[in-house]
């Protein structure tokens, strides 16, 4: 009984780890429209946010396994908080000072705190119990990290979005004291929002190191990287990966500009429901908001459609394959993007939206198909299948290039290719029996 209990204190804290991030992932979106703005950047400059992101999960992922096996998940994890504070403690002097490298920097730090606890976090909830729940265990997590990023986007909107951002021509034609005012409140809208979250995480931190948490990872495994390098299933797992939250980041990041490319401003005023779900969201009159604030609250349902299918498809991998439900998955979100290629206005706007609801079980999936039946290479594995999150730091700024060349909706054929990957890698293990949930 006593174990009991502790594997599930231990499993809220983590699963409470899972919320933070997914939160966290996603509120670095609402800073890249603002970014553009302030900076006057391209698209392509300004996807170089993502790169700094999740470029640190690709440099220290592995780094993260070898640190983790010399100092135990426990004080692992207790790092990777520290770093993220930090991160967040440096938006503070970059928006005081308006410096993009200081941003990009902060974006770093912060990523590689979160990069040490990815890579102990997945393979630890899985050995919190039974080895045949393992998949049911961290799909719940998973489903409090689309939670996270289904809040962040209304916080976003709320707080970072929704005042007018002035360029730096605007700026330098302010008289002296209200140009001081300008960017004193402009700091502000940035640094509150972090501080707030350094904050949160440090007392995470110490509930951390007061924990219990079970001695249950073995920190010696057997084989090398080089196995699991030699590993197609895996390797086709890395790859699958680095599609999927490419391709998830690329239409979230962008979704703010997309619609302001698309005039949906004018089109969400004009219908009476799009304007009530607009003002309850931001608790306001939409003359009260700035255009990427009203368009920015609908980013909400894209990662809420995330949570939302996870439940779905813990059900349909119950009584389906897991590999043929992510083929599905991958199938339909592909439809979806056709369609908001194809159409304007609300279709296009709510056909984009619908993808994050397909998004949902793929991130566990074909996590969980990658590692099936590779015995002690499971650790090594974890520490490689997380550095192809880096697809969110390559995926987005190419996807931005391509728009700058010629236009969102033939730069979305991009993020179709990848989904037609993953649809691929589901047939091909669609006759696995491992259970998502």
Known sequence: MTSQKSYRSAFILLTLLFFLWGFITVLVDSLIPRLRE?????YFQAGLVQFAFFGAYFLLSIPASYILSKIGYKRGIILGLLTMALGCLLFY??????????????????????????????????VLGPEESA????????????????????????????????????????ETT????????????????????AMFIGLIAVMFLFAKLPEMISEKSTGSYLDVLKNKKVMQGVLGLFFYVGAEVAIG?????????MNLVSVIKENGFMVFIAESILNSGLA???SKAIVGVFVTFYWSGAMIGRFV???????????????IFATIAISLIIISISTVGLVSMWSILAVGLFNSIMFPTIFTLAIDGIGALKPKASGLLCTAIVGGAIIPPTFGFLTDQMAFKKALLLI???????????????????KIA
């Open 38 to 42: 302030l900076f006057t950047l391209t």
């Open 93 to 126: 002097p970059a928006a005081s000072y308006r410096i993009f490298g200081v941003f990009m920097l902060a974006y770093f730090v912060l990523a590689a705190g979160m990069t040490v606890l990815q890579v102990a976090a997945n393979p630890f909830v899985s």
């Open 135 to 174: 998949s049911s265990r961290l799909n719940l997590s998973q489903a409090f990290n689309s939670l996270g990023t289904a809040i962040a986007p209304a916080v976003g909107a709320l707080f970072i979005l929704s005042d007018v951002v002035k360029t730096k021509t605007e700026i330098a034609q302010l």
């Open 178 to 197: 209200a140009k001081e005012a300008y960017l004193s409140a402009e700091a502000s809208a940035v640094q509150m929002p972090f501080l707030g979250l």
């Open 253 to 261: 990041s962008y979704l703010v500009n997309y619609f302001l490319d």
């Open 288 to 290: 009260d908001n700035d």
């Open 313 to 327: 498809g813990a059900y349909l991998t119950k009584i389906m394959k897991p590999g043929k439900v992510l083929a």
């Open 416 to 434: 179709v290719c990848c989904y037609a990957y993953i649809v691929w890698f589901g047939y091909k293990n669609g006759k696995s029996k491992i």
